[in-house]
């Protein structure tokens, strides 16, 4: 016979990270990791929902269908909803007081246990809903089986889910801000470093080390445009509508609601239980933010090849090879790029999840909670980890500054014979054939020689010549949004106000 925990998920451990450690305690990390669920005939508890049943569920079956493994983790928030009912109930006077009194004693008391790893997690009750509810009968009796009054495991879960990620999303946020002001730091230090710009990889235009640097913190403030977003459509409260129909009891959603700070109530129930974009909105964010710190962990391990020599790795950030032994690999950079794949794959995972779900919930939705969890434990890491890498990378500031001379200055000569009158198409192939000139002759555009100019530019030479350094190249892209330094400085100061 196989043994039953071959049928149980992996357990929910996070990644890595100090920041998870912080927000779940040490102690109760390794209560959460290590408490195996048992499921054993003789230690089974009483379901609380098998009342017309006649068998209890193959073992096997339990321990597929199971949540509790990986929504255990949502523990702390199940109990938070359940005190906020709990108090409602009372308020309406649909339990008393002194039972809403027992009901929330005896929460806190679960969560402690939880915490310090006592508490009994058993296959048998399903999920953190049940499994709470089973415990909360055996401490508070009667009034412990009130608490699922007027409430259905698919609005519950709903709420737990919307309430964790809320949380997490302000996590994410404070990461993201940290990662933004540890380039921000960086890229004031490189207003003047010259540097080659590409596209298609080949040297296009000389930039600067700070403007290509903000690039980057555009795009994590987007990043964190879209995780408040997610972050709106995720504050709303289901709770209230039952399974998907409501009820018939007098309950007050708006008293939950305000106590559990959502500044919305979910307005149809039918919606309320099957809605799962808010998870997808955030899974993207998240993709998208993973695809970001993936172009970023690219432009790195290029920078840190001998062919490009840009940037020197940590060797806190670097690793060995095995048989190599003069080797310095990026691991670490090369483990972000992969890892935004595996995020889009959870967000692949959770919209082919809901794309043929009939209304209104169904078990299906208890995938979700693992892709949600997954992306947080990938993205998290790595923002932490970026944002210490920034300040620790080395750049060879001359190296840089002497491959954005070479011959990256062609679209500065057109523009000046354009400043003179001619038209740009025809400044286009003049300074094509300088350019096609200075490579026979095996010269830099920089190299070329006023009387060189002449023959192509005429009278337009002396100006050129003055201007073919990448310095005053950038220098004179002031444009709003280009990279002369005074335009640089200028963003810079705006985002350091922000
Ligand atoms: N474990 C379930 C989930 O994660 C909770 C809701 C279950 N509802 C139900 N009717 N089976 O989605």
């Known amino acids: 016979m196989r043994h039953i925990f071959e049928f149980v998920p992996k357990s929910v451990k996070p990644s890595t990270g100090s920041f998870i450690q912080s927000r779940l305690s040490g102690k109760l990390l390794a209560s959460v990791v290590s408490n195996r669920i048992k499921s054993t005939a003789a230690s089974r508890p009483r379901n609380l929902i098998r009342g017309r049943f ?16 990986f ?20 308020k309406v006077g649909l339990i008393s007081k002194s039972e809403a009194r027992r009901i929330v004693r005896g929460l806190m008391q679960i969560e402690r246990e939880i915490e310090t790893g006592r508490f009994r997690f058993e296959l048998a009750d399903e999920d953190i809903h049940l499994a709470i509810e089973r415990r909360l009968t055996e401490i508070a009796g009667a009034a412990g089986a009130k608490l699922h009054t007027a409430r259905s495991r ?8 919307r309430l964790y990620l809320a949380d997490e999303i302000g996590t994410l946020a404070d990461l993201l801000d940290r990662l933004r002001r540890s380039l921000i730091a960086v890229a004031e230090q490189h207003v003047e470093t010259v ?23 555009e795009m994590f403030g987007r990043d964190r445009q ?13 709770l209230g509508a039952g399974a998907l129909a409501g009820t018939t009891l007098p309950i007050d959603r708006r008293a939950v609601a305000r106590e559990l700070g959502f500044p919305r109530l979910a307005e149809n129930s039918i919606d309320a239980v099957s809605d799962r974009d808010f998870a997808a909105d955030f899974l993207f964010a998240a993709a998208l933010c993973a695809v970001h710190l993936s172009r970023m962990s690219e432009d790195i391990i290029l920078w840190a090849t001998a062919e490009f020599g840009f940037v020197q790795l940590p060797d806190e950030f670097s690793t060995g090879s095995s048989m190599m032994p003069q080797k310095k690999n990026p691991d670490l950079l090369e483990l972000f790029r992969a890892k935004s794949g595996r995020l889009l794959g959870d967000l692949t995972a959770l919209l082919a999840t809901l ?56 679209t500065d000569a057109a523009e000046e014979l354009v400043r003179a009158g001619v038209p740009f198409r025809k400044a286009h192939e003049m300074v094509g054939a300088l350019v096609s000139e200075a490579l026979a002759a095996g010269k830099r555009l920089e190299d070329l020689t006023e009387a060189d100019l002449r023959r192509y530019c005429g009278a337009h030479a002396h100006a050129i010549r003055r201007l073919l350094s990448a310095q005053t190249s950038l220098r004179r892209r002031r444009v709003i949004g280009g990279p002369a330094p005074a335009e640089v400085r200028r963003r810079l100061a705006q985002l350091k106000r922000q």
Do not use: C
């Not at 698919?154 to 889910?161: E, I, T």
């Not at 540097?195 to 913190?217: D, K, N």
């Open 54 to 69: 006649k068998a209890p569920r193959l073992t096997e079956v339990e321990a597929f269908t199971a949540s509790l493994p």
């Open 226 to 238: 879209r995780f408040a977003q997610a972050l709106e459509r995720t504050r709303v409260m289901p």
């Open 154 to 161: 698919n609005d519950q879960v709903a709420l737990d889910l």
């Open 355 to 410: 794309k043929g779900l009939p209304m209104a919930y169904n078990s299906d939705l208890q995938e979700d909670k693992e892709r949600v969890f997954d992306a947080l434990d990938t993205l998290k890491p790595m923002l932490d980890l970026a944002a210490k890498l920034w300040p620790r990378l080395t750049f060879d500031v001359e190296r840089m500054r002497a491959a954005a001379g070479d011959s990256a200055l062609a």
């Open 71 to 90: 929504d255990r983790r949502l523990f702390r928030h199940d109990i938070r909803g359940s005190a906020a009912h709990a108090r409602m109930l009372a």
């Open 195 to 217: 540097m080659p710009g590409y596209t298609h990889l080949q040297r296009a235009q000389p930039v600067s080390l700070a403007h290509h640097i903000l690039a980057y913190v």
